[in-house]
C-alpha cells in the first residue's frame, strides 16, 4: 500500500510541474509534444478520482499535494490531527481536512539540543533586569 501512496504523489507531483511547464511553452507560442506525451501517460496512471481532484485544483491554479511538515499541512498552512499524521505514517493516501490537497509526510530530523543550558539567563531574566525589592 506504501508503494501505491507513494507513487500516485510522485506521479501528482510531476504531472503539476509538467503541466506547469506546457502552460509556458503555450505563453511562449511553442509546441513541446514530448511535455504533452509525459502528462498524457501520468494521466493515465492515476486513478480517475484522484485524476479529477487534482483537475478542480489545477483548474484553480492550485497544487493538488502538499508536503507535511511538523504535523502542518503546506497547503493550507493549519496542523492537522494526530491521527491523520499517524495515517500518512502508515502510508495511506490522505486529504487534508481544511483544503482538501493530498499530502505526503516530510519526515525532517529532529532539531539537536542545547548543549548546556545551565550559565544562561531566562528569557525574564534578559527582559527585565533584577529589581531591588525594598525591605
Not at 24 to 35: D, L, Q
Not at 79 to 91: C, I, K, N, P, Q
Not at 117 to 128: F, H, N, P, Q, Y
Amino acid at each position: 500500500m506504501k508503494n501505491f501512496v507513494s507513487e500516485v504523489v510522485v506521479r501528482l507531483l510531476q504531472l503539476h510541474s509538467l503541466e506547469e511547464r506546457l502552460e509556458v511553452f503555450r505563453r511562449n507560442h511553442e509546441k513541446n509534444a514530448s511535455t504533452q506525451a509525459l502528462i498524457e501517460s501520468l494521466r493515465g496512471n492515476l486513478p480517475l478520482g484522484i485524476l479529477v481532484a487534482h483537475d478542480r485544483f489545477r483548474a484553480a491554479g492550485k497544487k493538488s499535494v502538499a508536503e507535511v511538515r511538523q504535523g502542518v499541512c503546506a497547503g493550507c498552512h493549519l496542523g492537522l490531527a494526530v491521527g491523520d499524521v499517524a495515517t500518512l505514517r502508515r502510508g495511506d493516501l490522505h486529504r487534508c481536512g481544511n483544503c482538501g490537497r493530498y499530502l505526503y509526510l516530510v519526515e525532517e530530523e529532529p532539531a539537536e539540543p542545547e548543549a548546556s543550558v545551565r550559565g544562561r539567563k531566562s528569557k525574564i531574566e534578559k527582559i527585565a533586569p533584577a529589581v531591588a525589592h525594598p525591605g
